[in-house]
């Protein structure tokens, strides 16, 4: 049976038994210079220097994932300085947003992850030519010896030169005990049909999968769908909440708490306003013109664009605007000014709820400025 | 392997006037330049000598623990070395004499600062000195035992030794751990009382592993490119370009472990002892310390050709040697000011590795080179990966 070997074209490889490493190693020397076939061994335990003889190299796998961990170390760090510090700058802490120091922990993950599926890809489907389930030699009649207490060495056919012929005769003047000629299985070369119809069975099983979970969570709410940070215990304002004594679940602020830019204002009166209150804003350029614009957005509608009282809508409106260029006003401090706005005057309202403290300092301001503009002399032109 | 080898006399001279003119240059650093730089030095070379004498000694225990045999031909090597430590821990002596220049919970202002106050339960003088005295005893009785007892070995051939080795490597772990954690918390965070990182036994040592195989490794290439261990071959210190790698990746993780915890939480009682030892002119001696006590033993090693080839093993050797030294430098003298490396050092320099050089050629002459009487040798030397 074993001398009837198939032709050389189906010939996957002459399989040569030895009982001893020794003369394994020793026909391997011999055989490997005739460069008859590509030269492969099988031991059922590790044989030190059959690696050698049979001319194994060093496996190029760590190349691999040395390269690609590299690799997963570069697109960890420029992602994220892409995401942090370009596309979605997030102060943390006051840190710089390209904080190397935070990247090196993913940067480790995503060197490790790329290396190791590097690692187990490239071995599955690069070294162990992963579609092609069952190694020929599976299918020797010495497979049983192989795995007990054989070695084998084997003659792969490389290319349409191979002899099978001569590949046996070479195996057994080198001392092998038998030689058996191994055929090639039909399934060696997977179709294009094989794995079409294998990545459509993946698409589907993922289709099954991610549908059939989808309807499940739908029809059969057993388990809740997790809705993220609604549901959290948490208090929310204007609700009655159990936990405090007053039964609310807003608090009400540290009694004294002064909010920013909302200083309490004390005095009953204009004139009181006067007597205590200083303008705080020291004027410049920018207060102003922020002067300037908080009084054309409000004022300006009743007292006029040059404060002169004279309104810009129709006088049947009725009231008469104060004219704010009046010696009266002159005589009077800021902080009158600022009363008024705060208190309001005969038929103008407070402006306390429109206008914040800065806001009406520089109103007040610009006030002072239109006085000035109204005695404008020659040499004030530029 | 008994061939004895005459050390040349040239050699031992030239090492002399190294530590005579070291000597002199020291004694002239401590009368000029002060006492604080000269105890800083001072306490950099023992702390350097003394982690390598006892990361070769940890070398020997955990040959000893884990019941190797690959290491069994080349255990002479960190035996020999491992003679550092007697050396050391008298440094460490003298050093008791600059323990009030150095440490400055030692001072009376110190009595007015609430963190020292909490803490002088341990920053005692009295305790200070019994804990010092402790971790030396115990140095000593193990480095005894274990190098002394492996010399009687070579001409008593008495497997007792070797049961009883293995027996003590589990008490050795533990006062090692512990005694390695002391060191570093008493003689380098100590300098700064006020921080403290729970990390720093850790990384002590990480550093004193790291610097004890690389020794370990130079000192048998050293020995085979000189003949000196024949039969030693790749397989044997391709292991030791293993142990290498891992700790030095060890070393990295718990020294950016214990930098990135305290960058992140920015607490300003932890986050001062680092920000002097990055900003400044510190800043490239950090970097110049990841390089050389990482990176560059990382990328030479990492590859198992680069295990196999002598003189890339023996690069990142010397660059973590050296990175071992920047780092104790980078961790002791930051308390000075900036970075400095001056006629001071270089004298100190001078005396202590001529002195540490004369002692280690003193130890290269004791007994045989490789450990004849130890039952494990022909195991060892037919070890097979």
Redesign the interface.
Same mark, same amino acid.
């Given at each position: 049976m074993p001398d009837s070997g198939p032709s050389s074209a189906s010939t996957f490889a002459v399989v040569g038994l030895f009982a001893e490493p020794e003369a394994i190693i020793a026909a391997a020397r011999r055989i490997r210079p005739r460069k008859l076939g590509r030269l492969e061994a099988y031991s059922p335990y590790p044989v030190?220097g059959l690696a050698q003889a049979i001319g194994l190299g060093?496996s190029r796998l760590?190349t691999y994932v040395?390269g690609m961990g590299v690799l997963g170390a570069l697109l960890a760090i420029l992602f994220e300085w892409w995401t942090s510090a370009i596309d979605y700058p997030l102060n943390t802490?006051g840190?710089p947003l390209f904080s190397w120091?935070?990247f090196?922990?993913v940067m480790f993950e995503v060197t490790v992850l790329f290396a190791t599926f590097t690692a187990g890809l490239a071995m599955l489907f690069a070294f162990n030519r992963l579609p092609l389930f069952g190694h020929p030699i599976l299918h020797a009649k010495v497979i049983g010896q192989i795995t007990r207490d054989r070695l084998a060495l084997s003659l792969e056919r490389t290319g349409p030169g191979f002899d099978t012929e001569q590949a046996r005769r070479a195996l057994l003047e080198s001392g092998a005990l038998s030689v058996e000629t191994v055929a090639l299985p039909s399934f060696a070369e997977p179709s294009l049909r094989w794995l079409l119809r294998t990545v459509a069975g993946i698409v589907a099983a993922c289709l099954v999968a991610g549908v059939g979970i989808y309807l499940a969570e739908k029809l059969v709410p057993v388990v809740p769908p997790m809705i993220h940070m609604h549901d959290q215990p948490k208090l929310n304002a204007f609700r009655p909440s159990t936990f405090f004594a007053d039964g609310s679940g807003m608090r009400p602020a540290v009694a004294g708490t002064v909010a920013r830019g909302h200083l309490p204002f004390l005095p009953k009166s204009p004139e009181e306003a006067g007597r205590i209150l200083v303008n705080p804003l020291p004027l410049d350029q920018r207060v102003a013109q922020r002067g300037r614009k908080v009084f054309d957005d409000h004022c300006a509608v009743c007292h006029g664009v040059v404060g002169n009282g004279v309104p810009l809508l129709s006088s049947a409106y009725g009231a008469k605007p104060a004219n704010l260029l009046s010696s009266d006003l002159r005589g009077r401090p800021d902080g009158y000014i600022y009363g008024v706005l705060m208190l309001g005057k005969n038929a103008m309202p407070s402006y306390a709820a429109d206008l914040d403290a800065d806001d009406r300092w520089a109103a007040v301001h610009y006030v002072r400025i239109l006085e000035r503009a109204e005695d404008a002399r020659d040499e004030d032109l530029p | 392997m008994n061939r004895s080898v005459t050390p040349s006399r040239l050699g031992r001279n030239l090492l002399y006037a190294l530590v005579l003119l070291g000597g002199a240059g020291s004694a002239a650093a401590y009368l000029t330049v002060g006492p604080q730089r000269f105890w800083a030095n001072w306490l950099l070379w023992a702390i350097f000598l003394l982690t390598l004498g006892l990361g070769n000694l940890f070398l020997v225990a955990l040959e000893r623990l884990v019941g190797a045999h690959w290491s069994v031909p080349m255990r002479r090597v960190p035996e020999r070395i491992a003679s550092l430590i007697p050396l050391a821990t008298t440094l460490f002596l003298v050093a008791l004499l600059g323990v009030p220049v150095l440490f400055s919970w030692t001072r009376p202002e110190a009595a007015h600062n609430p963190i020292l106050v909490a803490k002088s339960a341990w920053l005692n003088l009295p305790f200070f000195v019994v804990r010092l005295l402790l971790c030396i005893g115990a140095w000593l009785l193990f480095y005894r035992f274990y190098v002394h007892g492996s010399l009687r070995q070579d001409k008593s051939r008495d497997f007792a030794f070797t049961v009883r080795a293995r027996r003590l490597a589990p008490p050795f772990m533990v006062v090692f751990f512990f005694s390695i954690s002391i060191l570093a918390f008493d003689w380098i965070s100590g300098l700064e009382p006020e921080w403290y990182s729970d990390m720093f036994g850790v990384y002590l040592f990480a550093g004193t592993f790291l610097a004890g195989i690389a020794s370990m490794t130079l000192g048998v290439l050293t020995m085979l490119r000189r003949g000196r261990l024949p039969q030693v071959e790749t397989r044997h210190y391709y292991n030791l370009g293993t142990l290498g790698l891992a700790f030095t990746v060890f070393y990295a993780y718990i020294a950016?472990a214990q /930098?990135?915890l305290i960058? /992140?939480a920015?607490l300003p009682e932890e986050v001062v002892w680092v920000q002097r030892r990055v900003t400044g002119g510190w800043g490239p001696v950090a970097l110049t310390l990841a390089f050389l006590h990482f990176f560059v033993p990382f990328f030479l090693l990492?590859?198992?050709?680069g295990k196999r080839n002598q003189t890339v093993v023996i690069i990142a050797t010397l660059s973590i040697l050296l990175g071992h030294f920047i780092d104790m430098y980078w961790l002791i003298f930051p308390e000075l000011g900036a970075p400095r490396f001056g006629w001071p050092e270089a004298s100190m320099a001078a005396l202590f590795l001529g002195l540490a050089f004369l002692r280690l050629r003193a130890a290269m002459q004791r007994g045989a080179d490789l450990p004849v009487g130890d039952p494990l040798l022909a195991k060892g030397l037919e070890w097979?990966p």
């Open positions: 030190h060093e760590g040395m802490g840190k120091q935070a090196v922990p | 950016f /930098y990135m960058w /992140y920015n990492i590859g198992s050709a097979q």
